[in-house]
T-cell receptor, first 112, second 114 residues
């Protein structure tokens, strides 16, 4: 049972435009959500997170939106840059367990 | 600050052989995680340590997998015997006592079982 789903395996956008990556979850007990970025042959690196008490968190070009009623979160990258090309994973956890449940990942390609 | 170190980076073995992976977490990080990432999937937690104690090993296939973190620093993950389905990337991560939500990952060990 996939508790965290990223239904788009890949996304291609033009440099300077907005990238929107989506993530859905099924477990209503999740209260903390994270996005990780992964380059080839490297481990995932933390990008941005959001607590369930918020609906938006912004960090520079990256903004995460959380819609709890829809059990949906999204990552917006504006403007997109070629260096943003990577695999993006969303992850969720419940309580302060440190146990992250990851989605399958979305490969983002930003074209110059 | 040095990141999470893992070795080897790549390992190719034949099925039924044993294999071991080593991880050195970031200095001061008391929590250590082992994940397995299958092709096209996200990482899945195998085991989590708080210092020397394995506090969550519910996803570790205990018939063939074992792990240890004897002095609360380095950790070793072992598979014996390996099966074809064990081919994956094995990731180690660590986090600080106050920053559990930000886990720092190593580059992983890519295991191929032939």
């Amino acid at each position: 049972d996939q508790q965290v789903k990223q239904n788009s395996p890949s996304l291609s956008v033009q440099e300077g435009r907005i990238s929107i990556l989506n993530c859905d979850y099924t477990n209503s007990m999740f209260d903390y959500f994270l996005w990780y970025k992964k380059y080839p042959a490297e481990g995932p690196t933390f990008l941005i997170s959001i607590s369930s008490i918020k609906d938006k968190n912004e960090d520079g070009r990256f903004t995460v939106f959380l819609n709890k009623s829809a059990k949906h979160l999204s990552l917006h990258i504006v403007p997109s840059q070629p260096g943003d090309s990577a695999v993006y994973f969303c992850a969720a956890s419940s309580g302060n367990t440190g146990k992250l449940i990851f989605g399958q990942g979305t490969t983002l390609q930003v074209k110059p | 600050e040095a990141g999470v170190v893992q070795s080897p980076r790549y390992k190719i073995i034949e099925k039924k052989q044993p294999v071991a992976f080593w991880c050195n977490p970031i200095s001061g990080h008391n929590t250590l995680y082992w994940y397995r990432q299958n092709l096209g999937q996200g990482p899945e937690l195998l085991i989590r340590y708080e210092n020397e104690e394995a506090v969550d090993d519910s996803q570790l296939p205990k018939d063939r997998f074992s792990a240890e973190r004897l002095k609360g620093v380095d950790s070793t993950l072992k598979i014996q015997p390996a099966e074809l389905g064990d081919s994956a990337v094995y990731l180690c991560a660590s986090s600080s006592p106050v920053g559990w939500n930000e886990q720092f990952f190593g580059p992983g060990t890519r295991l191929t079982v032939l």
